[in-house]
């Protein structure tokens, strides 16, 4: 193993620590959540909800770290090529992820969105309401390089057979933005506050069709690992 073997390794290593404890402090904020809801104390069941939400989620999200950077049998591989097939194999698990996660903020935003068309939204509320758009963007911009370990690694995950794939993902994606913002804004003609809710379904359609598309073309092609 040479230097840059055992330099890597020890990234490895590390990116794996953090995410065991990320997983840890989603674990307790999901129990945390849930305990405060069934103890009725000082938060309503909303906030528990979304302390328990967002708990659950940053384990989930930090188990997928951990699984992505497990020693495996690329290990035994050397070369920019094998480093290459793994990066590959683990943004198309990112992508298929994704989509998941903004599922499922996407219904804690509409309860949000629904609090402030009441009359009763916080700041909190607002917040919530613009967390799935905002996965919908990194789904959208992980699919299309612009994230930040996309343009670092760019020599490894940029070839022509990606750029290929990418165009036909963002066709799809490009088709689903324009259908679910004409919907949008056939409701906000009928009724302005379904309109407004219906514009982050829209987004998150976009920003999910396009991860998708793109991990199942990158899967057709054999490069999912």
């Known amino acids: 193993m040479d230097d840059l073997d055992r330099n890597e390794a020890r990234a490895r290593q590390r990116k794996q620590r953090w995410a065991v404890g990320l997983c840890l402090l989603g674990l307790a904020m999901g129990l945390a959540g849930a305990g405060l809801a069934l103890s009725e104390l000082w938060v309503d069941d909303t906030t528990a909800g979304v302390i328990a939400g967002m708990g659950f989620g940053l384990f989930g999200l930090g188990a997928l770290i951990a699984w992505m950077q497990r020693p495996g049998e690329a290990d035994s591989r050397r070369g920019p090529g094998a480093k290459s097939e793994r990066m590959q194999a683990q943004r198309s698990m990112l992508l298929w992820i994704l989509p998941i996660v903004t599922v499922v903020f996407l219904f804690e935003g509409t309860r949000a969105m629904l609090s402030i068309h009441r009359g009763e939204g916080e700041?909190?509320?607002?917040?919530?309401?613009?967390?799935?758009?905002?996965?919908?963007?990194?789904?959208?911009?992980?699919?299309?390089?612009?994230?930040i370990n996309s343009r670092r690694h760019r020599k490894y995950l940029e070839d022509e057979l990606t750029q290929?794939?990418?165009?036909?993902?963002?066709?799809?994606?490009?088709?689903?933005?324009?259908?679910?913002?004409?919907?949008?804004?056939?409701?906000?003609?009928?009724?302005?506050?379904?309109?407004?809710?219906?514009?982050?379904?829209?987004?998150?359609?976009?920003?999910?069709?396009a991860a998708l598309r793109f991990a199942w073309l990158d899967r057709e092609a054999g490069r999912d690992g």
């Open 123 to 147: 700041m909190f509320d607002y917040l919530r309401a613009g967390v799935p758009v905002l996965y919908a963007w990194v789904a959208a911009a992980v699919a299309m390089g612009w994230d």
């Open 164 to 209: 290929a794939l990418r165009a036909r993902a963002v066709i799809w994606a490009f088709v689903v933005v324009m259908v679910g913002t004409t919907v949008a804004l056939g409701l906000g003609l009928w009724r302005p506050e379904l309109g407004v809710m219906a514009i982050p379904f829209a987004l998150a359609a976009a920003g999910a069709t």
